[in-house]
């Protein structure tokens, strides 16, 4: 039992669709543009008053009831988010309160939409130095709160929602094989929110220039995104010693599905199916990649012994590829 592996994978999204239709009315757009450019047909908003908190602790509850594992035997509790309830308490203490996870150390990673892998990352390294021991974490957004209404470019792509993930011991060779981290703060401009932290504190004259909504360069992350998520990939394949045509799954965060399209392409992997979500669900920033593997889990489409390929990019500008050996077990 020297392997650390996912034992069990739990999701949420927000009740409310807002579809293309919805959306194309306000921007003087077709449904079918929408579609086009984005391959998503609709996406979740959060209601009033639910916040990444009450969705992490709904996905995270689902994993730990199919892991098995109480809520008082996690040991290490990992909330990855950029859209948190607010600037404290951190999400995952508010988390740990809810579920009972008393001996849980717990913290928030903001490092964008590849948060989760990351997050997992860290569990792993964790988990290797306390054999036996637990870790749940969680990818959680609420990015409608955060979306200019008056931005498409924005507005057609981001959505809210929470996934998790419980992680622990498995038998060898299953479990998280590698992971490959790096981050890219010389293109940290290609995705900001300007104000509401001590650089530039909230003001009428920030809200009023509309500096607390979320800035995109789309034409630069498509660009960062096909130029350093592949190599990162290579550079992961090499280190496990895997051929990218032995990935079994590819599991993206779900950025737009024109891109995701391109992108499995460029990394060869044409045995690999690519999961999506997007189509429903939207872009969920971090949430997005555990809660398509959730869905891909519950729906028994990850045989024991399969390899994936989880890929998370976004703000800041980082990158986090983790190649995982799936469990019969896991999140069954």
């Known amino acids: 039992m020297g392997a650390i592996g996912i034992l069990g994978t739990g999701s949420r999204v927000p009740e409310t669709e807002v579809t293309n239709a919805e959306l194309a009315e306000r921007f003087g757009v077709t449904a079918e543009w929408i579609e086009r450019k984005t391959r998503i047909l609709s996406r979740r ?13 709904r996905a995270a509850s689902h994993a730990l009831e199919r892991a098995g594992v109480p809520a008082g035997r996690i040991d290490f ?5 950029t859209t948190g309830d607010s600037p404290l308490p951190p999400v995952s203490c508010l988390v740990q309160a809810a579920l009972g996870a008393r001996k849980a150390a717990c913290f928030d990673i903001n490092i964008g939409c590849s948060g989760f892998v990351h997050g997992l990352a860290v569990a792993h390294a964790l988990l290797s130095a306390r054999p036996r021991a637990y870790a749940l974490v969680v990818g959680a957004e609420v990015w409608s709160r955060f979306t200019d209404p008056q931005d498409r470019s924005t507005a057609v792509l981001l959505a809210d929602g929470a996934g998790a993930a419980v992680l622990g011991p498995v038998p060898e060779p299953y479990g998280i ?12 401009d290609l995705l900001v929110i300007e104000a509401g932290g001590s650089g530039l504190p909230a003001s009428h004259e920030s809200v009023d220039a509309r500096q607390h909504y979320l800035r995109m360069n789309g034409r630069g992350v498509t660009e960062f995104v096909l130029g350093q998520v592949p190599a990162s990939a290579k550079e992961l394949f090499g280190r496990a010693g895997v ?7 590819f599991v993206p965060h779900q950025a737009n599905g024109v891109l ?3 992108l499995a392409n460029d990394m060869g992997l044409e045995n690999a199916r690519v999961h999506t979500t997007l189509e429903r669900f939207g872009n969920s920033g971090t949430a997005s990649l555990p809660v398509t593997l959730d869905h891909a889990a519950r729906a028994g489409e990850l045989r024991d012994g399969d390899l994936l390929l989880l890929s998370g990019f976004g703000g800041g500008m980082a990158v986090g590829n983790s190649l995982v050996r799936w469990y019969g077990e896991g999140g069954s």
């Open 243 to 249: 051929r990218p045509q032995d990935v079994a799954h």
């Open 45 to 57: 908003y959060a209601a009033e008053g639910e916040t990444p908190s009450a969705l992490a602790l």
């Open 260 to 262: 995701l399209g391109r």
């Open 177 to 188: 094989l590698e992971s490959d981290l790096i981050g890219h703060g010389d293109k940290a």
């Open 77 to 81: 509790l990992i909330v990855t988010t």
